[in-house]
Protein backbone atom coordinates (compact mmCIF):
# COMPACT_ATOMS: atom_id res chain seq x y z
CA UNK A 1 0.00 0.00 0.00
CA UNK A 2 2.74 2.36 0.88
CA UNK A 3 4.30 2.09 -2.36
CA UNK A 4 0.69 2.49 -4.16
CA UNK A 5 0.63 5.50 -2.18
CA UNK A 6 4.01 7.18 -3.01
CA UNK A 7 3.76 6.60 -6.61
CA UNK A 8 0.03 8.36 -6.41
CA UNK A 9 1.97 11.39 -5.01
CA UNK A 10 1.73 11.15 -1.10
CA UNK A 11 4.37 12.95 0.58
CA UNK A 12 4.44 10.62 3.65
CA UNK A 13 3.32 7.06 2.61
CA UNK A 14 3.73 6.25 5.80
CA UNK A 15 1.77 8.10 8.24
CA UNK A 16 -1.21 7.82 4.98
CA UNK A 17 -1.31 4.62 5.08
CA UNK A 18 -2.52 5.05 8.83
CA UNK A 19 -4.91 7.71 8.63
CA UNK A 20 -6.66 5.46 5.21
CA UNK A 21 -6.74 2.43 7.73
CA UNK A 22 -8.36 4.88 10.06
CA UNK A 23 -10.74 6.50 8.12
CA UNK A 24 -12.26 3.56 6.30
CA UNK A 25 -12.08 1.24 9.45
CA UNK A 26 -13.49 -1.71 7.98
CA UNK A 27 -16.02 0.37 5.80
CA UNK A 28 -14.22 0.31 2.87
CA UNK A 29 -13.34 -2.87 0.83
CA UNK A 30 -9.86 -3.02 -0.90
CA UNK A 31 -11.25 -1.30 -4.51
CA UNK A 32 -13.31 1.27 -2.44
CA UNK A 33 -10.21 2.42 -0.74
CA UNK A 34 -8.22 2.47 -3.95
CA UNK A 35 -11.04 4.88 -5.49
CA UNK A 36 -10.72 7.05 -2.80
CA UNK A 37 -6.57 6.84 -3.39
CA UNK A 38 -7.14 8.14 -6.91
CA UNK A 39 -9.80 11.15 -5.59
CA UNK A 40 -7.38 12.09 -3.14
CA UNK A 41 -3.96 12.05 -5.81
CA UNK A 42 -6.12 14.34 -7.86
CA UNK A 43 -6.29 17.09 -5.22
CA UNK A 44 -4.25 19.98 -5.24
CA UNK A 45 -2.20 18.45 -2.03
CA UNK A 46 -3.08 14.34 -1.13
CA UNK A 47 -1.54 14.80 1.94
CA UNK A 48 -3.59 17.68 3.17
CA UNK A 49 -7.01 16.17 1.85
CA UNK A 50 -6.40 12.47 3.39
CA UNK A 51 -5.52 13.98 6.79
CA UNK A 52 -8.63 16.83 6.64
CA UNK A 53 -10.79 13.73 5.49
CA UNK A 54 -9.55 11.74 8.39
CA UNK A 55 -10.17 14.54 11.03
CA UNK A 56 -13.64 15.15 9.19
CA UNK A 57 -14.53 11.40 9.69
CA UNK A 58 -13.82 11.52 13.72
CA UNK A 59 -15.67 14.01 14.31
CA UNK A 60 -18.50 13.21 11.74
CA UNK A 61 -21.70 11.73 14.26
CA UNK A 62 -22.86 10.60 10.83
CA UNK A 63 -19.60 9.09 10.20
CA UNK A 64 -21.33 5.61 8.43
CA UNK A 65 -23.30 7.37 6.26
CA UNK A 66 -20.54 9.20 4.91
CA UNK A 67 -18.44 6.51 4.39
CA UNK A 68 -20.71 4.97 2.34
CA UNK A 69 -21.71 8.04 0.24
CA UNK A 70 -17.77 8.62 -0.13
CA UNK A 71 -17.65 4.89 -1.54
CA UNK A 72 -20.95 5.71 -4.13
CA UNK A 73 -21.38 9.17 -4.74
CA UNK A 74 -18.54 9.94 -7.10
CA UNK A 75 -19.37 13.45 -7.38
CA UNK A 76 -19.36 13.98 -3.49
CA UNK A 77 -15.90 12.38 -3.19
CA UNK A 78 -14.55 14.64 -5.69
CA UNK A 79 -15.73 17.45 -4.54
CA UNK A 80 -15.01 16.82 -0.76
CA UNK A 81 -11.27 16.17 -1.64
CA UNK A 82 -10.47 18.99 -3.85
CA UNK A 83 -11.67 21.56 -0.87
CA UNK A 84 -9.70 19.56 1.21
CA UNK A 85 -6.80 19.22 -0.55
CA UNK A 86 -7.04 23.27 -1.13
CA UNK A 87 -7.89 24.76 1.97
CA UNK A 88 -6.62 24.36 5.43
CA UNK A 89 -9.29 26.79 6.66
CA UNK A 90 -11.93 25.11 5.28
CA UNK A 91 -11.15 21.60 6.43
CA UNK A 92 -10.90 23.09 9.65
CA UNK A 93 -14.81 24.64 9.22
CA UNK A 94 -15.94 20.76 8.31
CA UNK A 95 -13.87 19.56 11.52
CA UNK A 96 -16.39 22.00 13.49
CA UNK A 97 -19.14 21.41 11.39
CA UNK A 98 -18.98 18.32 10.05
CA UNK A 99 -22.68 17.99 8.89
CA UNK A 100 -21.80 20.30 6.48
CA UNK A 101 -21.14 17.73 4.22
CA UNK A 102 -23.93 16.90 2.79
CA UNK A 103 -23.75 20.67 1.50
CA UNK A 104 -21.75 18.62 -1.43
CA UNK A 105 -23.72 16.05 -2.17
CA UNK A 106 -25.28 15.36 -5.40
CA UNK A 107 -28.33 17.04 -6.03
CA UNK A 108 -27.72 18.98 -2.58
CA UNK A 109 -25.07 21.38 -4.25
CA UNK A 110 -26.81 24.10 -6.40
CA UNK A 111 -24.46 24.26 -9.18
CA UNK A 112 -25.87 27.79 -9.98
CA UNK A 113 -24.44 31.17 -9.28
CA UNK A 114 -26.27 32.86 -6.07
CA UNK A 115 -27.35 35.99 -6.97
CA UNK A 116 -26.19 38.98 -4.48
CA UNK A 117 -29.92 39.20 -2.94
CA UNK A 118 -29.75 35.76 -2.16
CA UNK A 119 -26.50 36.30 -0.18
CA UNK A 120 -27.49 38.73 1.22
CA UNK A 121 -30.59 37.66 2.91
CA UNK A 122 -29.38 34.63 3.98
CA UNK A 123 -25.96 36.20 5.63
CA UNK A 124 -28.81 38.78 7.14
CA UNK A 125 -30.72 35.82 8.49
CA UNK A 126 -27.94 34.20 10.11
CA UNK A 127 -27.53 37.12 12.27
CA UNK A 128 -31.43 37.10 12.86
CA UNK A 129 -31.71 40.61 10.95
CA UNK A 130 -34.50 41.45 8.86
CA UNK A 131 -33.80 41.78 5.13
CA UNK A 132 -36.36 43.63 4.52
CA UNK A 133 -35.42 46.31 7.02
CA UNK A 134 -34.42 49.40 5.25
CA UNK A 135 -31.78 49.13 8.37
CA UNK A 136 -31.60 45.61 9.37
CA UNK A 137 -30.38 45.23 12.70
CA UNK A 138 -28.94 41.72 14.38
CA UNK A 139 -30.62 40.11 17.02
CA UNK A 140 -28.34 37.91 18.07
CA UNK A 141 -25.91 39.31 20.58
CA UNK A 142 -22.20 39.84 20.79
CA UNK A 143 -19.97 37.08 19.92
CA UNK A 144 -23.31 34.34 18.91
CA UNK A 145 -23.39 36.62 15.79
CA UNK A 146 -20.11 37.17 14.65
CA UNK A 147 -20.05 33.53 15.18
CA UNK A 148 -23.12 33.23 13.24
CA UNK A 149 -21.53 35.52 10.25
CA UNK A 150 -18.53 33.33 10.19
CA UNK A 151 -20.33 29.99 9.79
CA UNK A 152 -23.21 31.12 7.04
CA UNK A 153 -19.85 32.94 5.39
CA UNK A 154 -17.96 29.96 5.15
CA UNK A 155 -21.06 27.36 4.16
CA UNK A 156 -21.54 29.26 1.50
CA UNK A 157 -17.55 29.49 0.52
CA UNK A 158 -17.64 26.24 0.97
CA UNK A 159 -19.87 25.58 -1.65
CA UNK A 160 -18.50 27.87 -4.04
CA UNK A 161 -15.03 26.76 -3.43
CA UNK A 162 -16.34 22.91 -4.67
CA UNK A 163 -18.58 24.29 -7.78
CA UNK A 164 -14.60 26.19 -8.28
CA UNK A 165 -12.44 23.52 -7.89
CA UNK A 166 -14.32 21.07 -9.88
CA UNK A 167 -15.23 23.48 -12.86
CA UNK A 168 -18.47 23.74 -12.29
CA UNK A 169 -17.96 27.47 -12.26
CA UNK A 170 -15.45 29.31 -14.67
CA UNK A 171 -13.07 32.01 -13.08
CA UNK A 172 -14.87 35.04 -13.59
CA UNK A 173 -18.35 33.57 -12.02
CA UNK A 174 -16.25 32.93 -8.95
CA UNK A 175 -14.71 36.11 -8.35
CA UNK A 176 -17.79 37.77 -8.88
CA UNK A 177 -19.36 36.08 -6.22
CA UNK A 178 -16.68 36.15 -3.76
CA UNK A 179 -17.02 39.47 -4.21
CA UNK A 180 -20.60 39.50 -3.78
CA UNK A 181 -20.61 37.05 -1.18
CA UNK A 182 -18.21 39.68 0.62
CA UNK A 183 -20.75 42.26 0.10
CA UNK A 184 -23.33 39.84 1.73
CA UNK A 185 -21.27 39.62 4.63
CA UNK A 186 -20.73 43.38 5.16
CA UNK A 187 -24.04 43.86 5.11
CA UNK A 188 -24.66 41.48 7.84
CA UNK A 189 -21.65 43.12 9.90
CA UNK A 190 -23.05 46.06 9.56
CA UNK A 191 -26.49 44.69 11.02
CA UNK A 192 -24.39 43.63 13.90
CA UNK A 193 -22.82 47.34 14.65
CA UNK A 194 -26.39 48.56 14.72
CA UNK A 195 -26.99 45.87 17.44
CA UNK A 196 -24.58 47.70 18.98
CA UNK A 197 -25.76 51.07 19.08
CA UNK A 198 -26.72 53.00 22.35
CA UNK A 199 -30.21 54.00 22.21
CA UNK A 200 -29.31 57.67 22.06
CA UNK A 201 -27.10 57.42 18.67
CA UNK A 202 -27.96 60.13 16.22
CA UNK A 203 -29.26 58.47 12.87
CA UNK A 204 -27.07 57.95 10.34
CA UNK A 205 -27.47 57.12 6.91
CA UNK A 206 -24.53 54.98 6.25
CA UNK A 207 -22.93 53.70 2.88
CA UNK A 208 -20.17 51.32 2.06
CA UNK A 209 -18.50 51.99 -1.39
CA UNK A 210 -16.30 48.90 -2.48
CA UNK A 211 -13.06 49.57 -3.87
CA UNK A 212 -10.28 47.18 -5.59
CA UNK A 213 -10.99 43.84 -6.27
CA UNK A 214 -14.08 43.74 -4.19
CA UNK A 215 -15.57 46.94 -6.19
CA UNK A 216 -14.05 45.13 -9.03
CA UNK A 217 -16.51 42.14 -8.58
CA UNK A 218 -13.06 40.12 -8.77
CA UNK A 219 -12.13 39.16 -5.62
CA UNK A 220 -9.93 36.18 -4.65
CA UNK A 221 -10.15 33.72 -1.81
CA UNK A 222 -7.25 35.41 0.21
CA UNK A 223 -8.09 39.35 -0.50
CA UNK A 224 -8.89 41.94 2.17
CA UNK A 225 -11.62 44.20 0.91
CA UNK A 226 -11.30 48.20 0.07
CA UNK A 227 -13.72 50.27 1.54
CA UNK A 228 -14.58 53.75 1.89
CA UNK A 229 -17.64 54.89 3.93
CA UNK A 230 -19.92 57.66 2.95
CA UNK A 231 -22.56 59.25 5.75
CA UNK A 232 -25.22 61.57 6.27
CA UNK A 233 -27.86 62.44 8.67
CA UNK A 234 -30.88 60.27 8.79
CA UNK A 235 -33.62 63.14 8.12
CA UNK A 236 -33.30 67.02 8.68
CA UNK A 237 -33.11 68.48 12.35
CA UNK A 238 -30.17 65.74 13.06
CA UNK A 239 -27.02 67.30 13.62
CA UNK A 240 -24.38 66.35 10.57
CA UNK A 241 -21.46 66.24 13.30
CA UNK A 242 -23.39 64.05 15.40
CA UNK A 243 -24.69 61.96 12.58
CA UNK A 244 -21.06 61.56 11.42
CA UNK A 245 -19.93 60.77 15.04
CA UNK A 246 -22.78 57.45 14.68
CA UNK A 247 -21.64 56.87 11.19
CA UNK A 248 -17.96 56.43 12.12
CA UNK A 249 -19.01 54.20 15.15
CA UNK A 250 -21.17 52.16 12.88
CA UNK A 251 -18.03 51.61 10.30
CA UNK A 252 -15.68 50.96 13.17
CA UNK A 253 -18.52 48.78 14.31
CA UNK A 254 -18.41 46.97 10.70
CA UNK A 255 -14.60 46.27 10.52
CA UNK A 256 -14.33 44.43 14.52
CA UNK A 257 -17.13 42.50 13.15
CA UNK A 258 -15.77 40.87 10.26
CA UNK A 259 -11.45 41.12 11.62
CA UNK A 260 -12.39 40.19 15.25
CA UNK A 261 -11.12 36.48 15.86
CA UNK A 262 -13.79 34.34 17.54
CA UNK A 263 -13.94 30.54 18.09
CA UNK A 264 -15.02 30.59 14.37
CA UNK A 265 -11.89 32.39 13.64
CA UNK A 266 -11.78 35.90 11.75
CA UNK A 267 -13.90 37.12 7.54
CA UNK A 268 -10.84 39.25 6.50
CA UNK A 269 -9.47 42.87 7.25
CA UNK A 270 -11.45 45.63 6.15
CA UNK A 271 -9.39 48.10 4.66
CA UNK A 272 -10.51 51.81 4.33
CA UNK A 273 -6.84 53.28 3.80
CA UNK A 274 -8.42 54.34 0.27
CA UNK A 275 -10.23 57.04 1.87
CA UNK A 276 -9.13 60.55 1.16
CA UNK A 277 -6.53 61.21 3.44
CA UNK A 278 -5.60 57.72 3.80
CA UNK A 279 -5.16 56.23 7.75
CA UNK A 280 -4.64 60.17 8.56
CA UNK A 281 -8.37 60.90 7.48
CA UNK A 282 -12.15 60.70 8.98
CA UNK A 283 -13.05 57.13 8.24
CA UNK A 284 -16.02 58.62 7.26
CA UNK A 285 -17.27 61.75 5.34
CA UNK A 286 -20.35 63.25 3.57
CA UNK A 287 -21.00 62.72 -0.14
CA UNK A 288 -19.84 66.73 -0.12
CA UNK A 289 -16.93 66.74 2.32
CA UNK A 290 -15.63 63.29 -0.62
CA UNK A 291 -16.27 65.41 -3.19
CA UNK A 292 -14.36 68.63 -1.89
CA UNK A 293 -11.23 66.49 -1.61
CA UNK A 294 -11.33 64.93 -5.34
CA UNK A 295 -11.90 68.66 -6.76
CA UNK A 296 -8.79 70.32 -4.39
CA UNK A 297 -6.57 67.71 -3.55
CA UNK A 298 -6.45 64.11 -4.79
CA UNK A 299 -3.95 62.64 -6.20
CA UNK A 300 -3.35 60.48 -9.95
CA UNK A 301 -3.78 57.33 -7.70
CA UNK A 302 -6.67 58.04 -5.98
CA UNK A 303 -8.60 58.45 -9.06
CA UNK A 304 -7.53 54.86 -10.15
CA UNK A 305 -8.79 53.19 -7.18
CA UNK A 306 -12.48 55.02 -7.79
CA UNK A 307 -12.40 53.62 -11.28
CA UNK A 308 -13.97 50.10 -9.59
CA UNK A 309 -16.29 52.03 -6.82
CA UNK A 310 -19.63 50.57 -6.58
CA UNK A 311 -21.86 50.35 -3.64
CA UNK A 312 -21.60 47.31 -1.84
CA UNK A 313 -23.81 47.48 1.55
CA UNK A 314 -25.71 50.06 3.34
CA UNK A 315 -27.78 52.94 2.64
CA UNK A 316 -28.49 51.81 -1.40
CA UNK A 317 -29.44 55.49 -2.02
CA UNK A 318 -26.81 57.62 -0.65
CA UNK A 319 -24.33 55.25 -1.77
CA UNK A 320 -25.35 55.96 -5.65
CA UNK A 321 -25.20 59.78 -4.47
CA UNK A 322 -21.50 59.27 -3.89
CA UNK A 323 -20.66 57.47 -7.00
CA UNK A 324 -22.44 59.60 -9.17
CA UNK A 325 -20.90 62.44 -7.35
CA UNK A 326 -17.12 61.59 -7.79
CA UNK A 327 -17.69 59.86 -11.23
CA UNK A 328 -17.42 62.73 -13.33
CA UNK A 329 -14.26 63.54 -11.67
CA UNK A 330 -12.15 60.25 -12.53
CA UNK A 331 -12.91 61.08 -15.95
CA UNK A 332 -11.34 64.33 -15.83
CA UNK A 333 -8.36 62.89 -14.26
CA UNK A 334 -6.75 62.38 -17.64
CA UNK A 335 -6.50 65.87 -18.16
CA UNK A 336 -4.39 67.52 -15.02
CA UNK A 337 -0.75 68.00 -15.98
CA UNK A 338 1.81 65.19 -15.68
CA UNK A 339 -0.91 62.90 -15.33
CA UNK A 340 0.73 60.24 -17.23
CA UNK A 341 3.95 60.70 -15.37
CA UNK A 342 1.88 60.42 -12.07
CA UNK A 343 0.98 57.08 -12.72
CA UNK A 344 4.69 56.22 -13.70
CA UNK A 345 5.84 57.58 -10.48
CA UNK A 346 3.38 55.52 -8.21
CA UNK A 347 4.12 52.33 -9.92
CA UNK A 348 7.43 52.90 -9.29
CA UNK A 349 7.16 53.66 -5.78
CA UNK A 350 5.43 50.16 -5.29
CA UNK A 351 8.46 48.21 -7.12
CA UNK A 352 10.80 50.55 -4.57
CA UNK A 353 8.63 48.98 -1.48
CA UNK A 354 9.36 45.65 -2.46
CA UNK A 355 12.27 43.73 -0.16
CA UNK A 356 15.95 43.62 -1.98
CA UNK A 357 15.87 40.90 -4.11
CA UNK A 358 12.49 39.94 -4.42
CA UNK A 359 11.52 41.98 -7.62
CA UNK A 360 11.94 39.44 -10.18
CA UNK A 361 9.95 36.61 -8.25
CA UNK A 362 6.73 38.85 -7.28
CA UNK A 363 4.21 37.94 -10.12
CA UNK A 364 1.66 40.68 -8.65
CA UNK A 365 4.07 43.55 -7.75
CA UNK A 366 7.28 42.92 -9.55
CA UNK A 367 7.99 44.26 -13.18
CA UNK A 368 6.03 43.12 -15.90
CA UNK A 369 3.62 41.51 -13.40
CA UNK A 370 -0.10 41.90 -12.15
CA UNK A 371 0.00 45.33 -11.18
CA UNK A 372 1.55 46.53 -14.21
CA UNK A 373 -0.61 44.98 -16.03
CA UNK A 374 -3.40 46.47 -14.05
CA UNK A 375 -1.88 50.16 -14.07
CA UNK A 376 -1.57 50.07 -18.10
CA UNK A 377 -5.14 48.97 -18.26
CA UNK A 378 -6.68 52.18 -15.62
CA UNK A 379 -4.01 54.14 -17.75
CA UNK A 380 -6.13 53.52 -20.80
CA UNK A 381 -9.35 53.65 -19.02
CA UNK A 382 -8.67 56.80 -17.77
CA UNK A 383 -7.66 58.34 -20.75
CA UNK A 384 -10.53 57.02 -23.25
CA UNK A 385 -13.24 56.89 -20.86
CA UNK A 386 -14.60 60.10 -21.38
CA UNK A 387 -15.19 59.43 -24.86
CA UNK A 388 -15.66 55.81 -25.32
CA UNK A 389 -18.64 54.03 -23.23
CA UNK A 390 -17.28 50.83 -23.43
Known amino acids: MRAVLARKGFADPAAAEQLLAAAGRGALDAAATLVLIDALAESADPD ?49 HPAHWRDLRTGALDQNRRTPEVLRHELLTAVRANSEDPEPRAVAPGVRALDALRVAYRRKLLGLAARDLS ?3 AV ?48 NYVSDVDVVFVAEPNHEGVDEQS ?46 SHRAYYERWARTWEFQA ?24 VWKAATRPDFVADVQAMRRRVEQQLPPGEADRQLKLGPGGLRDVEFAV ?9 TDPT
Open 48 to 96: LALTGLARLLECAPDRDELVHALSRDDELRGRLVAVLGASEALSRHLAR
Open 167 to 169: GAA
Open 172 to 219: DEVGAELADLAAAALEAALAIARAELPADAARSRLAVIGLGKCGGAEL
Open 243 to 288: ALRTATRLAAGLMRACSTTTGEGALWPVDAALRPEGRNGPLVRTVA
Open 306 to 329: LLKARVVAGDRDLGQRYVEAVTPL
Open 378 to 386: QLLQLVHGR
